[in-house]
């Protein structure tokens, strides 16, 4: 019988979605997984929430992935990548060519072993890949066991595709990984000039708590970070890094696959074609609306005030240690915290 799923967003808010028939249904150790039909092909939910549509995954995939390899210092060779049980983070990641070994990390087994049968389109092979190595374990001890065995600095890219965070911690098996402590260990296993990428939560103007939470915590960690996001859909990412984040490189449009990347001698080479990332959105990536973008200045300059109230009270801000801000302090910032430090 045909059903409708509704997607709150907040304040009245919804999204919904025309269901014809429920192809699959488990409840895992940590989860209750559906697979249903829509008129646009099947849908993945675990507990009741939207997690992957065949409609637009290709999308939300690809913002997430090769922003973040695209903007690496050097070719992405070693990957680390945290979530994405069904498999479609696998498949960008190995769309590019320098990769040479991913570390994939998920909780779930069961939910992985549902995926790979009932949606193979979404991984398109990526777990048979000899580049793959994947292991079942909550993502924060894999993390704490290799920093305190003293691994540093062994992957280029991490990228953290987990279920969508909430404007405040509501006990949910991913809670703990969207955490200072968290974002602080990954910071540890990025080699000098790697990229960590992960998506904020919904962006609607009715609710984005999360995404502006989420990247507070980046802010917090990483000396640079940029948020970005999907325009027709309710999707919000970043990619964070020790360097400067140079968006606005453009996609080669004599050669179509490649980027031009003004820190290498050769371009990444994409093995397959993307169907959403391409040159305009390549050139405005990190636009955003006024509305959000003045949420962000004031959410993450009341971070980056605590965080930096040493240097200014010594009277300066130095632009190289201006960690937990994505843009540089502007001069009306200065002014509003001007006097708080007298």
């Known amino acids: 019988m045909p059903f409708t799923y509704v997607d709150l967003l907040g304040s009245g808010s919804v999204w919904s979605y025309p269901m014809s028939a429920i192809v699959y249904a488990h409840q895992t150790r940590y989860q209750s997984v559906h697979i249903l039909e829509t008129g646009n092909g099947r849908a993945l939910f675990t507990d009741g929430n939207l997690q992957s549509h065949h409609s637009d ?3 939300y995939h690809e913002l997430l992935v090769h922003p973040a390899i695209f903007n690496a210092m050097q070719p992405v060779r070693d990957v680390l990548h945290i979530g994405g049980g069904e498999g479609a983070g ?8 320098s990769v040479a070994s991913v570390s994939h990390i998920d909780l779930d087994e069961e939910l992985v072993a549902i ?10 092979g990526a777990f048979e890949d000899l580049r793959v190595h994947t292991e079942y374990e909550d993502a924060l001890l894999w993390v704490d066991r290799l920093a305190m065995s003293g691994v540093r600095a062994v992957y280029d890219c991490i990228i953290v595709d987990l279920p969508e965070p909430e404007e405040q911690p509501d006990g949910s098996i991913t809670d703990h990984c969207y955490s200072l402590p968290f974002f ?3 910071k540890l296993l990025l080699r000098p000039g790697g990229t960590l990428s992960t998506h904020l939560g919904p962006v609607h103007y ?5 995404f502006l939470r989420v990247f507070s915590l980046l802010a917090q960690t990483f000396t640079y970070a940029t948020p970005h996001i999907c325009p027709e859909v309710r999707w919000g990412f970043a990619v964070a890094a020790g360097h400067q984040l140079p968006f606005g490189r453009v996609l080669d449009e004599d050669e179509p696959g490649k980027l031009v990347n003004i820190f290498a001698n050769k371009p990444p080479v994409l093995n397959a074609p993307l169907r959403y990332y391409n040159q ?3 050139r ?5 609306p006024t509305y959000l973008d003045d949420a962000i200045s004031f959410a993450v300059t009341a971070e980056w005030y605590y965080a930096n109230r040493v240097l200014r009270m010594a009277g300066r801000i ?16 200065r002014e509003k915290l001007q006097p708080e430090e007298k």
Do not use: D, V
């Open 206 to 210: 009715a609710n984005y708590g999360a």
């Open 318 to 333: 130095p632009a190289a240690e201006t960690s937990g801000f994505w843009k540089q302090p502007t001069a009306s910032m």
């Open 184 to 186: 602080r260990q990954l």
């Open 57 to 59: 995954e290709f999308a």
């Open 284 to 288: 405005f990536l990190g636009a955003l």
């Open 280 to 282: 305009g959105l390549h």
């Open 115 to 124: 995926c790979r049968r009932w949606l193979p389109q979404w991984s398109n």
């Open 90 to 97: 696998l498949r960008e990641i190995l769309k590019h060519n």
